[in-house]
């Protein structure tokens, strides 16, 4: 390794500039090749930041509708708040007709209990009725037939029969 790379170049100044010339072609073709790799890089670059800016612009459009969102959201907090406060009052009302239904269930059934009562006892009355009244028709009519036997007696007597004289 400790060669001496200066003994390999040639001897005559054509040929070490014509080594020269050779040599800078190739770092001018690589460089050329280094300068489109770095146009490609920056065309890239450019590209991506193009990206970005419309990223950048969709985001602030995004964050422009999330202003206004918020904005409605503040503005619809009264109207929720009043809206929870009407559906806890409709829930109150509710339970208390719901309470006040049970309470109208069970006066019904009490009166439908007292009605069915009020006709068992109807129906005894009725029977007790139609029994006094046959007992007393019964007792009447004998009391009559008494009575039309002694006035038929009583007017016999009054009317005797007139002897054949």
């Given at each position: 390794?400790?060669?001496?790379?200066?003994?390999?170049?040639?001897?005559?100044?054509?040929?070490?500039?014509?080594?020269?010339l050779t040599i800078v072609q190739s770092l001018t073709v690589r460089f050329d090749n280094v300068d489109s790799r770095f146009n490609n890089?920056?065309?890239?670059?450019?590209?991506?930041?193009?990206?970005?800016?419309?990223?950048?612009?969709?985001?602030?459009?995004?964050?422009?509708?999330?202003?206004?969102?918020?904005?409605?959201?503040n503005d619809m907090r009264p109207v929720v708040q009043k809206l929870s406060t009407d559906v806890a009052q409709l829930q109150e009302g509710?339970?208390?007709?719901?309470?006040?239904?049970?309470?109208?269930?069970?006066?019904?059934?009490?009166?439908?209990?007292?009605?069915?009562?009020?006709?068992?006892?109807?129906?005894?009355?009725?029977?007790?009725?139609?029994?006094?009244?046959?007992?007393?028709?019964?007792?009447?009519?004998?009391?009559?037939?008494?009575?039309?036997?002694?006035?038929?007696?009583?007017?016999?007597?009054?009317?005797?029969?007139?002897?054949?004289?």
């Amino acid at each position: 390794m400790s060669e001496d790379l200066t003994k390999q170049l040639p001897q005559s100044a054509n040929e070490k500039l014509t080594l020269i010339l050779t040599i800078v072609q190739s770092l001018t073709v690589r460089f050329d090749n280094v300068d489109s790799r770095f146009n490609n890089v920056d065309s890239r670059f450019d590209k991506i930041e193009l990206r970005f800016d419309r990223l950048e612009s969709r985001l602030e459009s995004i964050d422009s509708r999330l202003v206004h969102v918020e904005q409605t959201v503040n503005d619809m907090r009264p109207v929720v708040q009043k809206l929870s406060t009407d559906v806890a009052q409709l829930q109150e009302g509710q339970l208390q007709l719901h309470a006040s239904v049970l309470q109208l269930q069970d006066g019904q059934r009490q009166l439908q209990e007292g009605q069915d009562r009020l006709t068992v006892d109807v129906h005894a009355l009725k029977r007790d009725v139609s029994h006094r009244f046959l007992a007393l028709s019964g007792a009447t009519n004998v009391e009559i037939r008494d009575l039309k036997e002694r006035v038929t007696r009583i007017e016999e007597n009054l009317n005797p029969p007139k002897s054949g004289t």
